[in-house]
C-alpha cells in the first residue's frame, strides 16, 4: 500500500481537505523560508522572490495530492510521477513569466541550456518538497501500524488474563464441598430435614457460583448473596457454633467488583478461624464506602490467622485472589490481612471503583 496520505485506504473528502491543508500550511512555510533565501542571493524582489518559490512548492503539492485521490486506476508510483512532472512544469514555467515575462516554451527555442538548467534546479527544488512529504507519511504508516500492533497485543493479553481469571475464579475449595457432601450423608437418616435444607442451600450455592463464574464482573449485592447461602451451609453443620452478620451500605448494593472474591476470604475465615475452636465463634461481614471506591471487611473471632501455616489452603486462596486482583486493577486494589489485639483475624480489601474502557 503507497505511503502517501492519500492513497485508497483514506477516501473520505474530509480527510483529503483536512490533511491537504495541512501539507499547504507546511509548504507555506517551507516556501516562505526559500523565498527569503532567493531575495536575499539574488537580484529579484521580495515579491517575485515569493512568486516563484510558491509556483514550485504548491503546484507540486497541490497536483501530487489531488492526482493520489482522485486517480486509483493507475500505480501509485506513475501517478506520482506525473503529477510531480507537470507540476514542475508549471513550475518552471511560472519563474520564467515572474522573472523574464515570457513563456518557457519560447525560451525553450531560444535559449534552451537555460530552459534546461531551470528545470535541473526546480527538479531538485520540487522532488525535495516532496521528500519531505513522503517521509511524513512514511512515518505516519508506521505509526500508524505500531498502534495497530499494540492494539492487537493488548487485545490478546486481555483475552489471555480473561482465560486465566476463569481459571483462577472457578477454583473453588475442594474441601468445602466434599464435607458438605459428606454432612449431607450422614444427615440424611437421621435430620432428613437438615439434610433437605442443605441441599436446597448447596443448589441455590451452586447455581449462583456458576453464573459468577461465567461473568466478568458482579455487584456487592450478588456477591454478598452467594456468601450467605455459603454461610447458611456453614449454619447447618456448625449449628450454633457460627454466628455471622452481614453489614452492606445500601448505596454498594451496585457496586461493582470481580466474582467469587469474597467466598474464599469467608471460607478462609471459617475453616481457619471459627471451625477448629470448640465454641465457634462470630463471623463480620462490613462494607463501607471510600471516595475512590469501597472497603470490604471480613472479621472472625477465631484462633487468628498466626496459627495457621501458610502452605495450607489458606495461602492458595489468598495468592490466587491476590493475582486475580493485580491482572484486573494492577496496583489499586489492596488486600491487607490485621491481627486485632483481642484475637482472630480480619481481612481487609479495598477495591476502587471500575474503570470503563470507552467503546
Partial sequence: MSVFSFSQSETGLSTFIRLL??????????CGVITILVWLLTDLDLLRSASVSLGYGVTAVLLLNTALYWIRSLPTWLTAGLALFLG???????????????????????????????????????????????????????????EAHKARETQQQHASALAELRVLQSQMEPHFLFNTLANIQGLIDQQPE????????????LRRNLHQVRSDWSTLNEELALVSAYLEIQQ??????????????????????????????????????LEPLPQGGTLTILAVPTLQGCEIQIEDNGIGMQQ??????????????????????DDRAKLRIVRPDEGGTRVVLTLPFRERVAS
Fill in 308 to 329: 495457621v501455616s501458610t502452605t495450607e489452603g489458606q495461602g492458595v486462596a489468598l495468592n490466587n485472589l491476590r493475582e486475580r486482583l493485580a491482572l484486573l486493577y
Fill in 21 to 30: 491543508s495541512r501539507y499547504l500550511l507546511v509548504t507555506l512555510l517551507a
Fill in 88 to 146: 514542475l512544469l508549471l513550475g518552471v514555467s511560472n519563474h520564467f513569466w515572474v522573472v523574464t515575462g515570457e513563456l518557457a516554451p519560447r525560451l525553450l527555442l531560444e535559449q534552451p541550456q537555460r530552459v534546461l538548467t531551470q528545470l535541473v534546479i526546480g527538479g531538485i527544488f520540487t522532488l525535495s518538497v516532496c521528500y519531505f512529504f513522503y517521509t511524513y507519511a512514511l512515518s505516519r504508516a508506521l505509526q500508524a501500524d505500531i
Fill in 236 to 273: 447447618i453443620r456448625m449449628g450454633e457454633r457460627l454466628q455471622w452478620q452481614i453489614n452492606l451500605d445500601d448505596e454498594l448494593r451496585l457496586f461493582e467488583l470481580p466474582p467469587l472474591v469474597l467466598q474464599p476470604l469467608v471460607e478462609n475465615a471459617i475453616r481457619h478461624g
Fill in 194 to 205: 437438615q439434610a433437605k435444607a442443605m441441599i436446597q442451600a448447596l443448589t441455590t450455592l
